[in-house]
C-alpha cells in the first residue's frame, strides 16, 4: 500500500508559468513533509518542507501548501525556469519515527525554454 | 549541509556476483541510511546502519541479501549479494541533518545494472 502518492509521473510546463507539482497520503500520523529534486546521476536534494502545525511554507520561487483535512499537499514553483527540469519527490514522516521518510514515486517536471 | 561522497557511481555485474558500494561522510552522523530507487519507482528505505550495532531492515529486506557495516562515524558500505537482474537499481546513501531530523542529505548514488 502507497503512504505517500504522485499521480501525475511527468508535467510539462513553460519557462515563466507557474508548476504545480501535487502529492497525497494516507497515513494520517504523518506530521512533516518534504520536497526533494533529482537531477540524473544525482541523489536527491532537499527542496522545502512544511510542519503539520502549517499550512503554507515559502522560500523564493517555491511555496509548498499543505491541506491536512485532504490529506495533500502541492508544490508550487514560480516562476518556473530550465533549470528546474528534473524529478521532483514528495517525502512524509511521522513525529515519532524521525528520519523514516516515505517517499512518494516522483513526478518528472519539463520546463520548456 | 553534508557532503557525502559514494562510489562507485555505476557497474554493470553479473549475475551471481555482489558488489560493495562505499559511503564516505565528511562529518560524523549518528544514522546513516541506504535507499533504493528501482527503475521508475520511488525510493525505498533498505536499512538503517548505526554505529556499533547491526543495522536495522525494512520490510522486505534481509541482511543476507544487503549486509551492511558501519565500522564509524563517518563511513558505511552497502552489499548486494548474489546479484540478479531483479537488484538492478540505483543505491542512494543518506544521512541526516544536524538541524532536522527529517531532513535527509544524499549521497549521488550508485547506479547498478546487473546482467
Known amino acids: 500500500d502507497q503512504q505517500v502518492k504522485q499521480n501525475s509521473p511527468s508535467l510539462s510546463v513553460q519557462e515563466g508559468r507557474i508548476s504545480i507539482l501535487n502529492c497525497d497520503y494516507t497515513?494520517?500520523?504523518?506530521?512533516?513533509f518534504l520536497w526533494y529534486k533529482k537531477y540524473p546521476a544525482e541523489g536527491p536534494t532537499f527542496l522545502i518542507s512544511?510542519?503539520?502545525?502549517?499550512d503554507k511554507n515559502e522560500d523564493g520561487r517555491f511555496t509548498v501548501f499543505l491541506n491536512k483535512s485532504a490529506k495533500h499537499l502541492s508544490l508550487h514553483i514560480v516562476p518556473s525556469q530550465p533549470g528546474d527540469s528534473a524529478v521532483y519527490f514528495c517525502?512524509?514522516?511521522?513525529?515519532?519515527?524521525?528520519?523514516?521518510?516515505?517517499f512518494g514515486g516522483g513526478t518528472r517536471l519539463m520546463v520548456k525554454p | 549541509s553534508a557532503v557525502i561522497s559514494q562510489k562507485p557511481s555505476r557497474d554493470i555485474c553479473q549475475r551471481g556476483t555482489s558488489l560493495t558500494i562505499q559511503c564516505q561522510v565528511d562529518?560524523?552522523?549518528?544514522?546513516m541510511f541506504w535507499y533504493r530507487q528501482q527503475p521508475g519507482q520511488s525510493l525505498t528505505l533498505i536499512a538503517t546502519?548505526?554505529?556499533?550495532?547491526?543495522?536495522?531492515?525494512e520490510s522486505g529486506f534481509v541482511i543476507d541479501k544487503f549486509p551492511i557495516s558501519r565500522p564509524n562515524l563517518t563511513f558505511s558500505t552497502l552489499t548486494v549479494s548474489n546479484m540478479s537482474p531483479e537488484d538492478s537499481s540505483i543505491y542512494l546513501c543518506?544521512?541526516?541533518?544536524?538541524?532536522?531530523?527529517?531532513?535527509?542529505?544524499f549521497g549521488s548514488g550508485t547506479q547498478l545494472s546487473v546482467l
Open positions: 562529518s560524523q552522523v549518528t544514522m
Open positions: 517525502a512524509a514522516s511521522e513525529g515519532n519515527a524521525g528520519n523514516m521518510l516515505t
Open positions: 512544511i510542519s503539520s502545525i502549517k
Open positions: 546502519a548505526n554505529q556499533g550495532s547491526e543495522a536495522t531492515y
Open positions: 543518506s544521512v541526516a541533518a544536524r538541524s532536522s531530523n527529517e531532513k535527509l542529505f
Open positions: 497515513n494520517s500520523m504523518f506530521d512533516y
